[in-house]
């Protein structure tokens, strides 16, 4: 299991950028899919975007909708570091920032299986405000 912690985070005005690191320690990184969630107050823990591996061992990213084309998600094996990179960035994206990490599992008949996340930082708040 790796641990992981997140910086970055800040007030930005609207239309501004930020990005949001999250280094992992404690296990091989190349293995794992990494998230990032977030929960503004009083709303339930969201999932923002996720960096994963495919069966056949190839990358791919996935984003929720409200943030598509906004944020980038990005992962340096070499570094055990994933980014959130956030442009354009509007009130509602106001929340305290999660990131959180599963280990991929490699098995002959089914190729790379992921697992729960189940590790996750201490969290990042983004503060989105003129």
């Known amino acids: 299991q790796v641990q992981v912690v997140e910086s970055g985070g800040g007030l930005v005005q609207p239309g501004g950028s930020l990005r949001l690191s999250c280094v992992a320690s404690?296990?091989?990184?190349?293995?794992?899919?990494m998230g990032w969630y977030r929960q503004a107050p009083g709303k339930q823990r969201d999932p923002v975007a996720s960096?994963?591996?495919?069966?056949?061992?190839?990358?791919?990213?996935n984003y929720a909708t409200s943030v598509k084309g906004r944020f980038t998600i990005s992962k340096d094996n070499g570094k055990n570091t994933v980014y959130l990179q956030m442009n354009s960035l509007k009130p509602e994206d106001t929340a305290i920032y999660y990131c959180?990490?599963?280990?991929?599992?490699?098995?002959?008949?089914?190729?790379?299986?992921?697992?729960?996340?189940?590790?996750w930082g201490q969290g990042t708040q983004v503060t989105v405000s003129s």
């Open positions: 959180a990490a599963r280990k991929f599992t490699y098995y002959l008949c089914s190729g790379y299986v992921g697992g729960d996340f189940d590790s």
């Open positions: 404690g296990s091989i990184f190349a293995l794992y899919g």
């Open positions: 960096i994963t591996i495919d069966d056949d061992g190839d990358i791919s990213t």
